[in-house]
């Protein structure tokens, strides 16, 4: 048995009857980190507590923390004389000495401690009489990086979370992404740009701004170094409102050796507080909530709005739905040298919104710039938490000679395995084998059965007030500059694309079945949307009549063979 099974499996015994299955991870994932940190402080304990005891009267507790981390060479120390084993010793007192055991700890592990809510659950396994015993179970796992290494570590953290997440898959979707879903964007993100991965000495930076648990920047971290270059020095950043997952993604740093002050929160999201204000990123990859209202972040968002300099000065959707506004967000964070990002968007940001609106004027914005690069449409079905079709879009601010101007639209809809038993809504994955093939789509960029390569100016239209007289005597309108006032005339409008030349439009398409029509051509407005449906649109032909009359007449002779049989019993 492995050991994040072996750690569930433990846990289990005690939890169970006591907490709901979906509650477990709440307890496990502070245990396992408590555990780690345990094993790799032990060498240091004695040391820690002589700095301590020469120093605790000379230095003020700011001054004393960062001396012991300094003479330790640990991110973290516990002032506490107890340890997890150390607990043990003293089962009548056990919940005291856990709560003088946490309170030791530096205010980095004591900040993750607080957001996982540990107090609550310790006190609610104590009232139950399984404190004691869930400490002895997690004392008998040796997790010392001797035994167990960084990567190791972060493997089991891994499954530990995702067994968590399956278990409470209505309530992770907003937070967890699915590890299949992940990888496919780290590879679009990143073999698209190999040769700015390759060679020694290089530093690169990858950046989340709704980190959740991590996933996206540990799964990309772990993509590079394995499929592209090992040598290559990565630096991971990221920002979490909620705070249980902040908890969960800032733990795993700190014990998988990346650096944990490098994850922000909880606190307001990064559209309204940006705690990274003035720094970019070399890559970005990001699923950012579907749908969620950002009326929360409105001040903010708003007095940006309105400075030429500000994040959203583009434009800014409807208050129901910000996944635009997390782009934008993005796109501000880009190294002017070249970044690339991968989003998770479900299809409101391709369409949503007519011209002028800020949904168009924000998708205008990004085409116009030509920084949108791929659309890969995914599965349905993909998500725990929702069964909606979801897209990844690729944008980077270097995109190669071959593809500048244009965009590259990937359907990978019938790219899929289907699960063996379903984890809420998620029903479908992409397997290896599937994201090999979107990928060979990608790098190819040629145009196929899935792959559709366009101009930029392809996905915009003007959007043309087109007026015709409202009565249906004309002789008795009253005419201003040979046309009708406007409370006598009948309004409509039209998209017309911007390849085509407006007045051969008119003249072609409308004039022809509307003669006495005109255009008003002062309030032409410039729209973008991006229309999967429509360009993957394959016309079924309808059956004939003959065969149709063919399948009812062999079904009536099934039906009368049927019948027969029932007769004859």
């Known amino acids: ?41 032990q060498p240091y304990k004695e040391q820690t507590q002589n700095i301590i005891n020469d120093y605790k009267d000379k230095l003020t507790d700011d001054k004393l923390s960062t001396l012991i981390k300094s003479e330790i060479n640990l991110d973290y120390f516990n002032k506490s004389k107890f340890d997890l084993i150390g607990l043990k010793s003293d089962p009548q007192n056990i919940y005291i000495n856990f709560k003088n055991y946490l309170s030791g700890f530096s205010e980095n592990v004591n900040d993750i401690m607080v957001n996982f809510e540990i107090e609550k659950f ?28 960084n990567h190791q570590m972060g493997t089991i953290y891994e499954e530990l979370l995702r067994r968590f997440s399956e278990m409470s898959n209505e309530e992770s979707g907003d ?17 698209g740009d190999k040769d700015n991965l390759q060679g020694t000495g290089k530093i690169r930076s990858i950046y989340d701004c709704c980190c959740g648990t991590g996933g996206m920047l540990t799964v990309g971290k772990k993509w590079v170094l394995d499929k592209i270059n090992p040598n290559l020095k990565i630096n991971l950043y990221g920002q979490e409102i909620n705070d249980s997952t902040y908890a969960i993604c800032k733990s795993d740093f700190l014990i998988t050796g990346e650096n944990p002050e490098n994850i922000k929160g909880p606190s307001l999201s990064s559209l309204s507080q940006d705690q990274y204000e003035d720094k970019y990123f070399d890559y970005m990859l990001v699923n950012p909530p579907f749908g969620v209202s950002w009326k929360s972040d409105k001040a903010q968002v708003d007095n940006e709005k309105t400075n030429p300099n500000g994040r959203f000065f583009a434009g800014t959707p409807r208050s129901s739905d910000g996944q635009l506004l997390f782009l934008q967000h993005l796109i501000s964070k880009m190294e002017p040298t070249g970044s690339r990002i991968g989003i998770v968007f479900n299809g409101s940001p391709s ?49 190669s000679s071959e593809r500048e101007g244009k965009i590259q639209l990937i359907n990978a809809s019938s790219y899929f395995k289907s699960m063996r038993k379903n984890l809420g809504d998620k029903g479908k994955e992409i397997s290896k084998e599937n994201q090999q093939e979107i990928v060979k789509a990608y790098l190819n960029f040629e145009e196929n059965e899935i792959s559709q390569i366009h101009k930029n100016t392809f ?83 309808l059956r004939s009549p003959e065969d149709i009359f063919q399948d009812l007449k062999s079904l009536e002779q099934e039906i009368n063979q049927l019948s027969l049989g029932v007769t004859d019993e």
């Not at 310790?122 to 290494?149: A, Q, W």
């Not at 967890?176 to 964007?185: A, M, Q, S």
């Open 1 to 41: 048995m492995n050991i994040s099974s072996l750690i569930w499996n433990a846990a289990d015994d005690e939890l169970r009857n006591v907490f709901k299955p979906h509650e477990y991870g709440s307890v496990i994932l502070p245990f396992t980190v408590l555990r780690r940190l345990d094993c790799i402080y």
């Open 122 to 149: 310790s006190e609610k396994l104590n009232k139950n009489n399984i404190l004691y015993n869930l400490i002895s179970k997690f004392t008998e796992v040796d997790l010392h990086p001797s035994k167990v290494s």
């Open 175 to 191: 937070h967890y992404t699915p590890r299949d879903i992940v990888e496919l964007l780290a590879a679009l993100v990143f073999e």
């Open 351 to 399: 369409f949503t919104g007519d011209a002028g609106s800020g949904e168009s004027e924000i998708r205008k914005w990004i085409i116009e710039n030509d920084w949108l690069e791929t659309i890969v449409q995914l599965p349905d079905r993909m998500f725990f938490n929702t069964g909606i079709t979801t897209y990844l879009w690729i944008l980077t601010n270097k995109k």
């Open 459 to 541: 996905f915009g239209y003007t959007k043309v007030i087109v007026d015709q007289p409202l009565i249906e005597d004309r002789e008795i309108i009253i005419k201003k500059d040979g046309n009708p006032k406007p409370d006598t005339s009948k309004r409509d409008s039209e998209r017309i694309p911007l390849s085509d030349s407006i007045d051969e439009y008119y003249d072609r398409e409308v004039q022809p079945h509307i003669p006495d029509s005109w255009m008003d051509r002062s309030k032409d407005k410039i729209g973008y949307e991006i229309n999967f449906t429509k360009y993957f649109y394959k016309f079924t032909p």
